[in-house]
């Protein structure tokens, strides 16, 4: 019975491990190859002219967000089933803060579609004309941007208090929690200069290598070491 206990967890971890490779293959893919070749800043013709002009690419970059949204759903259930163990309570509420973010995220995706919505001229939009719908669809954009970095609000929750069941755990190296609850700490500073010191983003930006790196070496570490199974009692 422990064997198949042992081998169940074991397949957990390598299935959590290759959502996360998802997540963050996906997640950087739509962000940075799609919208970021795409959105030029400041310039609402240049952006509906690229998005126009690459209407496959940015429905491609929409897929991915959603691959990358039901994959989070997923690993939130896995991560809660991992560390149950550790602390239940804890461990729910990781999960609970990880499933508001991919809610968050989920409809933040319609700010996106909406974009395609204007694009493709839809006959209720005949009372506006072109720079109306170009500065739409420049605002829609933005306030998917807003939106994601709210969501990051509740994931920084929810890595923080991953870091810490990590961290007392015995499955897992206490520097990949460390991690994670550095990563944490990125994401909120990160989300709240962008809502309440829009003028400091810049400096902040840099700082994201380290959710990058911190939550790539937990994925790793999940694909390839996969976990103990020797756990403390559930407190």
Not at 22 to 39: C, H, P, Q, T
Not at 49 to 68: T, V
Not at 181 to 193: N, P, R
Not at 196 to 207: C, G, K, R, W
Request: hydrophobic share 60%; glycine share 6%.
């Amino acid at each position: 019975m422990t064997g198949q206990i042992s081998t169940a967890l074991l397949l957990h971890a390598r299935v959590a491990g290759f959502l996360y490779l998802v997540i963050i293959v996906f997640g950087i893919f739509s962000e940075v190859y799609v919208r970021a070749n795409l959105v030029v800043h400041g310039d609402a013709v240049a952006t509906a002219e690229n998005i126009l002009a690459s209407k496959s690419l940015f429905k491609i970059g929409f897929l991915a967000d959603s691959i990358m949204l039901l994959s989070d759903v997923a690993i939130a259930i896995l991560f809660y089933v991992l560390l149950k163990p550790v602390n239940k309570t804890l461990s729910l509420m990781a999960c609970a803060f990880r499933l508001t973010q991919a809610a968050v995220l989920g409809v933040n995706l319609i700010f996106l579609y909406a974009v395609l919505l204007l694009l493709n001229g839809d006959s209720s939009l005949s009372l506006f004309d072109g720079a109306q719908i170009n500065g739409l669809v420049m605002l829609l954009l933005n306030m998917h941007s807003y939106g994601y970095d709210l969501g990051l609000l509740f994931f920084a929750v929810s890595n923080f208090i991953l870091g810490y069941l990590i961290i007392s755990s015995t499955r897992f190296p206490a520097v990949l929690g460390y991690g994670l609850q550095a990563a944490a700490v990125v994401y909120l500073i990160g989300s709240l200069t962008r809502f309440i010191l829009p003028a400091y983003v810049s400096m902040v930006e840099p700082f994201y290598i380290v959710p990058l790196l911190a939550e790539l070496s937990f994925c790793l570490w999940l694909l390839v070491k996969g976990i103990k199974c020797e756990e403390k009692l559930v407190r």
